[in-house]
């Protein structure tokens, strides 16, 4: 849906350029014929301003149209999202000891690699409880 309405949007913005740049300019120096240049054969010069205004002023409309549509389509498909949701997966997946940042900088540029941690202990559980005791 989303392509249609990009290639629809991208034949109005062409077309309103190529409208555009067909009117008469102030100054006369436009592609659409201020004196002797121009298309001077296509249309007369009333018929010419009232067919050029119409037809930008529908492309104009159609240009909003569908970048308003554009717009509520993007929003839509996107879903919010909490910072709070990658909270939990701080190391990737397939490394699960990966170790510091500056160890991964290491491996990645090919540097000296860090020797390996030590083998991890099992926790001792404590004697006493730790909390202290109401009486």
């Not at 240049?37 to 007369?44: P, Q, W």
């Not at 397939?94 to 991890?120: E, F, H, I, K, S």
Request: aromatic content about 2%.
């Amino acid at each position: 849906m989303q392509t249609v309405l990009i290639s629809i949007h991208l034949i109005v913005v062409l077309g309103l350029i190529a409208v555009v740049l067909l009117q008469r300019s102030e100054g006369g120096l436009g592609l659409g014929g201020g004196g002797s240049g121009g298309v001077s054969g296509f249309m007369t010069g009333r018929g010419q301003a009232n067919a050029l205004t119409r037809a930008t002023a529908i492309l104009a409309a159609l240009f909003f149209a569908t970048s308003m549509t554009l717009g509520v389509l993007s929003h839509r498909s996107a879903a919010p999202r909490s910072i709070l949701d990658g909270a939990g997966t701080s190391q990737p997946a397939n490394q699960p000891n990966a170790g510091n940042l500056l160890d991964t900088l290491r491996q990645n540029q090919g540097g000296a690699q860090p020797a390996a941690p030590a083998a991890p202990t099992a926790p001792v559980a404590p004697a006493a409880p730790e909390a202290p005791q109401s009486r």
